[in-house]
């Protein structure tokens, strides 16, 4: 399934379930693996820092970084949403 269907999917589901879902960044569309049954958006870790890494040509250790305090510390601020879910899969 692609990334668009996902998300049309993933907001169907939020809209019948009166639930406000946050996204990632559109960067991150490819990334995007899935979503759980209360709707909230699955993402792979991996395709996460590998885009990062292909998009800024970033190191490993700058992705982790920029992942680590860009990504995951806004996630931690937010509240009232099916928050998006990152799943730590292989390594890259």
Same mark, same amino acid.
Request: charged residues 25%.
């Given at each position: *399934?692609?990334?668009? &269907?996902?998300?049309? +999917? #993933?907001?169907?589901?939020?809209?019948?379930?009166? +639930? %406000?879902?946050? !996204?990632?960044?559109?960067?991150?569309?490819?990334?995007?693996?899935? !979503?759980?049954?209360?709707?909230?958006?699955? @993402? =792979?870790? +991996?395709?996460? #820092? &590998?885009?990062? *890494?292909?998009?800024?040509? &970033?190191? @490993?250790? %700058?992705?982790?970084?920029? !992942?680590? !305090?860009?990504?995951?510390?806004?996630?931690?601020? +937010?509240?009232?949403? =099916? *928050?998006?879910?990152?799943?730590?899969?292989? %390594?890259?």
């Amino acid at each position: *399934m692609s990334s668009n &269907s996902l998300i049309e +999917k #993933i907001k169907i589901i939020a809209r019948d379930d009166n +639930k %406000e879902v946050l !996204f990632l960044d559109p960067m991150y569309n490819d990334c995007l693996i899935g !979503f759980l049954t209360d709707g909230s958006p699955t @993402y =792979s870790f +991996k395709k996460i #820092i &590998s885009t990062l *890494m292909n998009d800024d040509q &970033s190191t @490993y250790t %700058e992705a982790l970084e920029f !992942f680590d !305090f860009n990504v995951l510390g806004i996630l931690h601020q +937010k509240e009232g949403f =099916s *928050m998006p879910v990152v799943v730590y899969d292989d %390594e890259v």
